[in-house]
């Protein structure tokens, strides 16, 4: 059994999609971010820089925080979605890499300062949706020519889907990307993925 520490946030999707995914048996720990639970000693002690997702995996007692690297421990856990060749495996740390460096951040800042900030500030807003569309625009090129931005259906994959899922919330469109939302819808009809989205359940405790 793993424990998942999680929130309704597309970090928190990441997690959740890959271990419905995968189909690892695990429980869900509800981190409500909006009351300041990541910040208790308690969550600390799992998650040094107080964000979700966490996972906490009984078997080995290890935990093991940010997004990314959960999706890799689950991928050798599992033994799904794992690279089968070092040139795969290189090319997904790549993309990998290119959500946790650049579509998290930025799509992140345009949704702080597009609906969360109390003052709106065009300049910033104008900034991060240049800079949103400009990334847009870079994993459609990825797409042209393949179904996946690896091979296979992978962890880079499910590392990337849930922020651009966010797009209608940052008043976004995929409309001028064609290959993205191609891509995009593919990977929302997943039967995992429409489970994973609904991870967790806020109304109380859910176990899988």
Do not use: C
């Not at 040094?48 to 940010?66: H, S």
């Not at 740390?93 to 702080?112: A, R, S």
């Not at 296979?152 to 976004?172: E, R, T, V």
């Not at 001028?176 to 993925?193: D, G």
Request: no cysteine; net charge neutral.
């Amino acid at each position: 059994m793993i424990d998942l520490y999680t929130y309704a946030t597309p970090n928190g999707h990441k997690a959740s999609i890959m271990l419905e995914e995968t189909g690892l048996p695990y429980a869900v720990r509800i981190v409500d971010i909006e009351r300041g639970d990541q910040h208790s000693p308690e969550f600390r002690a799992l998650s040094p820089n107080a964000k979700i997702p966490v996972i906490v995996d009984r078997a080995t007692g290890r935990a093991v925080f940010e997004s990314g690297a959960i999706l890799s421990y689950l991928a050798q856990k599992s033994g799904r979605f794992n690279p089968a060749t070092p040139d795969q495996q290189i090319e997904t740390l790549q993309w990998l890499f290119f959500q946790v460096g650049h579509i998290g951040p930025m799509l992140g800042q345009l949704w702080y300062f597009k609906v969360f900030a109390p003052e709106k500030i065009p300049l910033a807003i104008e900034r991060y949706e240049r800079e949103a569309v400009r990334l847009f625009g870079v994993l459609n090129e990825r797409l042209r020519d393949r179904d996946y931005l690896i091979g296979d259906y992978g962890i880079a994959d499910i590392a990337n889907w849930p922020w651009i899922d966010a797009f209608p919330q940052l008043g976004l469109t995929l409309d001028e990307h064609p290959n993205l939302k191609r891509w995009h819808q593919e990977i929302a009809k997943r039967p995992a993925v429409i489970r994973g989205l609904a991870v967790p359940n806020l109304a109380g405790l859910q176990t899988k």
